[in-house]
């Protein structure tokens, strides 16, 4: 008698392993073939508008790592308002933002040069001093 409910016991785990692997692939596939499309209002676009070093900051307001940054990037937009740009894009209620920018994680900043060219990402917290590095601005106020 064990051995006949062991007969079962492997298709239906077959089953629901190739179900599972089928569900994997459709998705996989829709997403493959999902094209990412313009922003209206991007405002990452506009912020790189100014011709100047951007960091776009992707998070959320309910991520407290997000929360810090976003204090970090506001004293940084006052005391180098001249030198730089910042977007700060909440991904929850925008959630176009993360496929148009590949963002997997929270936070994470995109800083590009005055050109508009994408020079580094980074995933987590940092200080004001590592921003201004990685956009090549001096420190001290303008």
């Known amino acids: 008698m064990k ?3 062991g007969k079962f016991q ?3 785990m077959t089953w629901l392993m190739l179900l599972a692997l089928v569900g994997i692939l459709g998705l996989s596939t829709v997403q493959l073939s999902t094209k990412a499309h313009a922003i209206e ?3 990452v676009a506009q912020a790189l508008q100014q011709g100047k070093p951007t960091i776009a900051e992707f998070g959320s307001d309910s991520c ?3 929360q810090e940054m976003s204090k970090v990037l506001n004293q940084l937009e006052q005391d180098y308002a001249t030198q730089l740009s910042v977007a700060h894009v909440n991904i929850v209620k925008e959630p176009d933002y993360a496929k148009q920018y590949h963002i997997m994680l929270m936070p994470t900043q995109v800083f590009f040069d005055a050109n508009g060219q ?3 990402r980074h995933m ?6 590592e921003i201004l590095d990685a956009l090549g601005i001096p420190a001290g106020k303008s």
């Open 3 to 5: 051995w006949q409910s």
């Open 10 to 12: 492997l298709p239906i």
């Open 41 to 43: 209002g991007d405002m």
């Open 64 to 66: 407290r790592t997000c």
């Open 118 to 120: 994408e020079t580094w």
């Open 124 to 129: 987590g917290p940092l200080t004001q001093q």
